[in-house]
Nanobody
Framework: VQLVESGGGLVQPGGSLRLSCVASGFTFSGYDMSWYRQAPGKERELVAGISRLGRTINEADSVKGRFTISRDNAKNTVYLQMNSLKPEDTAVYYC????????WGQGTQVTVSS
């Protein structure tokens, strides 16, 4: 199993980023997926989750209305579109397999700063 996140970077407050997570080593279309994040000195937290058929099943209150999770089962990829970014969104973002939470990628750093 491999999860490879990308798309992070430095962005000003109010900006947008689109994160991608390419999965391999398992039948991607058969599993619910989630995005998590971990800010410095804080616990890793759930950002959003998506069912295997593409329905949003979890969403942190702090990102509602700003972030959208989606997936393309043909590309084995889950996305996180992040709009109206705030400094408190600064964190390393990870994707995860709901039924196999022991697998983590290297994450992608998102820094929101002016």
């Amino acid at each position: 199993v491999q999860l490879v996140e990308s798309g992070g970077g430095l962005v000003q407050p109010g900006g947008s980023l689109r994160l991608s997570c390419v999965a391999s080593g398992f039948t991607f279309s058969g599993y619910d997926m989630s995005w998590y994040r971990q800010a410095p000195g804080k616990e890793r937290e759930l950002v959003a989750g998506i069912s295997r058929l593409g329905r949003t099943i979890n969403e942190a209150d702090s990102v509602k209305g700003r972030f959208t999770i989606s997936r393309d089962n043909a590309k084995n990829t889950v996305y996180l579109q992040m709009n109206s970014l705030k400094p408190e969104d600064t964190a390393v973002y990870y994707c995860n397999i709901d039924a196999a939470p022991e697998y983590w990628g290297q994450g992608t750093q998102v820094t929101v700063s002016s």
